[in-house]
């Protein structure tokens, strides 16, 4: 086979595995809205008394991790989507109240931003470039998946906060 022949084959085949893990907005949301409903059960475990929690003195606390991820939600999703976000960078870790309750409140409300700004895309935006923090560039689509793993990370780091407060985290919900 000719070189021409094999780029051409490669090409085909890079094309159907990219469209074959492409999301579609719907999916995205599905994954999103299991993504909270997670985030919620882990905020619902911790005891209320744990909250300002820290493994260690130079880290976050579990709370300061929950604002941070929900600070993220927001900065991310406006950046992703070019709709101005209603929280200032940062504004939601700098939160003096970290009940259990504000804490609670911050990040649904900060899921509740990422969950009605995807409903207002349609497939085709997921593809449209964008320039993420004035630096990265990549597609919507992408930024929006870059967010949803740094949930997923700050979320997971928490688990160990859970379980050193004695408290045994959510089972894991990949469905």
């Given at each position: 086979m000719n070189t021409i022949k094999k780029l051409g084959l490669l090409s085909v085949l890079f094309l159907s595995m990219t469209q074959a893990n492409a999301q579609s907005v719907t999916e995205i949301i599905t994954e999103w809205e299991r993504a909270k409903a997670y985030t919620l059960e882990y905020l619902e475990v911790m005891p209320a008394d744990k909250y300002d929690f820290k493994a260690t003195p130079e880290i976050r606390s579990f709370a300061q991790q929950?604002?941070?991820?929900?600070?993220?939600?927001?900065g991310f999703?406006?950046?992703a989507t070019g709709i101005e976000s209603p929280v200032g960078m940062g504004e939601s870790e700098k939160s003096t109240d970290t009940s259990k309750e504000n804490v609670t409140k911050l990040v649904t409300a900060g899921?509740?931003?990422v969950l009605a700004e995807l409903k207002g895309l349609q497939d085709g935006d997921l593809s449209q470039p964008v320039k993420l923090f004035?630096?990265?560039e990549m597609?919507?689509?992408?930024?929006?998946?870059?967010?949803?793993?740094?949930q997923t990370h700050?979320?997971?780091?928490?688990?160990?906060?859970?379980?050193?407060?004695?408290?045994t985290p959510p089972n894991e919900k990949l469905f």
């Open positions: 929950m604002l941070h991820l929900t600070d993220a939600n927001y999703t406006a950046a899921y509740d931003f004035g630096r990265f597609t919507k689509g992408q930024a929006l998946n870059k967010l949803f793993e740094h700050h979320r997971g780091q928490t688990t160990i906060y859970i379980r050193l407060a004695g408290v």
